[in-house]
């Protein structure tokens, strides 16, 4: 996968770059929509992780969680000068290279904490839009995200576009309390193998 694209930017493992083209091209697409969408942000390009392999584990990742082509990590959506919560992309010195930290990390690990969480630089909005979207056009997405950040976007679903809305997200998304996935500062997904186009 070679960036060059204006509405993302790939911040991975090189050897782990790999995605199945007409699911590349769904996901350039929903960046493209939410870069349209939210013209106000600061930073509107979605920020890439780790994608798969050509063949076996990605190196960082568990067994095979990173395997089959249509598994990808990415940052989250920030307010924040730009989306690199955890996986960096350009080099040190770049402005898109400096973290924004999304959790009040002065105490070590926060992430089972809902009062760490910073309202003010996690972009709920974005990246709700972005989950509905993937599993409009990926039914089998299985997406896993940090507890508290789940718990959060589905209040905040649930304030604005109702309770049948937050239902639906609460649906494609599992989560999880583990420091060592690191959850709390990306999303991990498996796309699945079907497409369907709305």
Known sequence: MIDISPYWVYAGNLNCSYMMWDHMKIVEFIAMEIYNKFPDRQDRRLCIGDNTPMSGACDGHPGSSHAGCYVMDT????????NTTQYRPG???DACYELTYIWDESNGWPGNDPNKLLKDVFD??????????LKDFFPKTNLITNSVIRNYIMDEVKKKYGQNAATEFFKSM????????????????SLGDEIIYP
């Open 124 to 133: 709920w909005e974005r990246n709700y839009y972005f989950v509905k979207r």
């Open 75 to 82: 940052n989250y959506y920030t307010l924040g000068k730009n």
């Open 174 to 189: 599992g989560s999880d309390l583990n420091p060592v996935y690191k959850h709390s500062h990306h999303f991990h997904m």
């Open 91 to 93: 080099k040190k010195g």
